[in-house]
């Protein structure tokens, strides 16, 4: 039996499953599996709130790489992903991510206020 059905099958049994993907990494096989990750556990109904954060290096390595940009494309399907600001800014990327449908904030309170609210932080 798939994982994905378990999951399925005993849903009810478990408590609501809240998840932050934080893709931060600027190596690239790192980061397109946290994409991977998230497209798929919003697709296959893994958890039931996905919230998905760029920060960082990441920000820069999406502006640059086509792959990327393609794999980040298909989060757009079910949650906005939301890149930093104060970075994105920094470097002079900020309309560029915004153009690609990112939605760009501050996001130190951000992550804080999720992890508050229960949700279990992915880092990649």
């Known amino acids: 039996m798939l994982i ?3 999951i399925a099958d005993h849903k009810e049994d478990l408590m609501a499953s809240k998840v932050m993907v934080i893709v931060s990494t600027a190596e690239k096989r ?3 599996t946290g994409i991977m990750y998230a497209v798929n556990a919003q697709k296959n109904k ?3 709130d996905l919230k998905i954060i760029f920060f960082g290096p990441f920000e820069n390595l999406l502006c640059e790489d086509e792959e990327v940009v393609q794999a980040a494309s298909q989060l757009l399907d079910f949650e906005t992903p939301i ?3 104060f970075l994105s800014d920094r470097d ?3 309309e ?3 153009k690609m449908g990112v939605n760009v904030d501050y996001v ?3 992550i804080s206020g999720y992890i508050e609210e229960g949700y ?3 880092v990649f």
């Open 92 to 94: 002079g990327i900020s």
């Open 46 to 48: 893994w958890v039931d």
């Open 108 to 110: 130190g309170s951000l």
């Open 30 to 32: 790192k980061a397109l």
């Open 120 to 122: 279990t932080p992915m």
């Open 4 to 6: 994905s059905q378990q």
């Open 96 to 98: 560029k991510l915004e």
């Open 83 to 85: 890149a930093c600001k």
